[in-house]
């Protein structure tokens, strides 16, 4: 008797259906860091192709570029970030490409002197939104009236706050 290997559940054809419905942009946790922020009297740049790697959010009068990144996608390594149980080769060299590539742009506009924030999926979820944007708000109204200059380390802030 021959077993079947393979752990999906849907047809070759559902799964690539429902790949392709997964936004880069757009996504829920992004529309809602950008009404907030929007909402707090913030005006800002989408997905702007001036700056390496497209961050989601360009917020020039704090000098800030906000990233909201897919736990998932990004392997934060809270509960969000589950391993699928076939073609795990596959999917560790996507979430190194991706870590890298995250690494990567976030080092060019921290050297262009510009502050991040980076906003993970979880910190959006019900019970922790409202703090996460509050402190998203606090943070621009900081750093809005600090001059960019050449030799300061820009401010990064990663929310939710790491956990030690």
């Not at 790949?19 to 913030?42: C, N, Q, Y």
């Not at 939104?129 to 809005?144: F, G, P, S, V, Y």
């Amino acid at each position: 008797m021959r077993y079947n290997t393979r752990m999906d559940t849907v047809t070759k054809e559902k799964r690539s259906q429902i790949m392709s419905r997964i936004r880069s942009r757009d996504t829920k946790p992004e529309l809602l860091v950008r009404k907030r922020i929007f909402a707090a009297g913030w005006r800002f740049r989408v997905c702007d192709k001036r700056y390496p790697g497209h961050p989601d959010v360009v917020v020039p009068r704090a000098h800030t570029l906000i990233e909201v990144r897919g736990c998932f996608w990004h392997q934060h390594g809270c509960a969000k970030c589950s391993t699928p149980k076939s073609n795990i080769e596959f999917w560790t060299q996507k979430w190194d490409r991706n870590i890298s590539r995250d690494q990567r742009h976030e080092a060019e506009w921290r050297e262009l002197g510009w502050n991040v924030i980076i906003v993970w999926e979880c910190a959006l979820e019900p019970v922790r939104r409202e703090e996460t944007l509050q402190n998203i708000c606090l943070a621009l109204d900081l750093w809005k009236n600090e001059e960019p200059l050449p030799k300061k380390r820009p401010h990064r802030l990663e929310l939710p706050f790491p956990r030690k």
